[in-house]
């Protein structure tokens, strides 16, 4: 059993720099529209 934990954890860490960045994006997304939603932030004007 925790020879599969551990391989799991392994592939785990060799994967971690591929899905940092989608998970940075997708936390500032979800951050962005909470803050959009309370009225923080509101939509840039097209100029």
């Known amino acids: 059993m925790s ?3 551990n391989r799991t954890t ?3 860490l ?3 720099p ?3 960045p989608f998970v ?3 936390c ?3 951050f962005l529209t909470v ?7 509101t939509p840039l004007p097209h100029t």
């Open 3 to 5: 020879l599969i934990g």
């Open 10 to 12: 392994i592939l785990i």
């Open 14 to 16: 060799k994967l971690s």
């Open 18 to 20: 591929l899905i940092l």
């Open 24 to 26: 940075v994006l997708f």
């Open 28 to 30: 500032g997304g979800v």
């Open 35 to 41: 803050c959009q939603s309370l009225g923080i932030f």
